[in-house]
């Protein structure tokens, strides 16, 4: 099991930026799509982003569109998602996922997952 630790969650105000982090401990990310889900109180778990394993597909759900990117360092053994012109929607635990190679819109075809991390978006 490919063990993924988030981090770089935290308080901001709406308007504000975040990066949130995506760690493998022990094994390589090289063949593994990355998402990014979240989950707010009271509501379904989502998708937010993910990158396929080289890097060369990302997607993106339409309401961050423009706002977040994600990106890979496989050097690092990270994957990033960059949040600018955050939201009070966009408050949610956030959590990644990994699954071989490609990247899927259904949270149950990823593998392996993170234990979260909480961004909140606040004044």
């Known amino acids: 099991q490919l063990q993924l630790v988030e981090s770089g969650g935290g308080l901001v105000q709406p308007g504000g930026s975040l990066r949130l982090s995506c760690a493998a401990s022990?094994?390589?990310?090289?063949?593994?799509?990355i998402g990014w889900f979240r989950q707010a109180p009271g509501k379904e778990r989502e998708g937010v982003s993910c990158i396929s394993y080289s890097g060369g597909t990302t997607n993106y759900r339409d309401s961050v569109k423009g706002r977040f990117t994600i990106s890979r360092d496989n050097a690092k053994n990270t994957v990033y998602l960059q949040m600018n012109s955050l939201k009070p929607e966009d408050a949610a635990i956030y959590y990644c996922?990994?699954?071989?190679?490609?990247?899927?819109?259904?949270?149950?075809?990823?593998?392996?997952w993170g234990q979260g991390t909480q961004v909140t978006v606040s004044s």
């Open positions: 996922a990994a699954r071989r190679y490609y990247c899927s819109s259904y949270s149950n075809q990823y593998t392996d």
């Open positions: 022990g094994f390589t990310l090289n063949y593994y799509a």
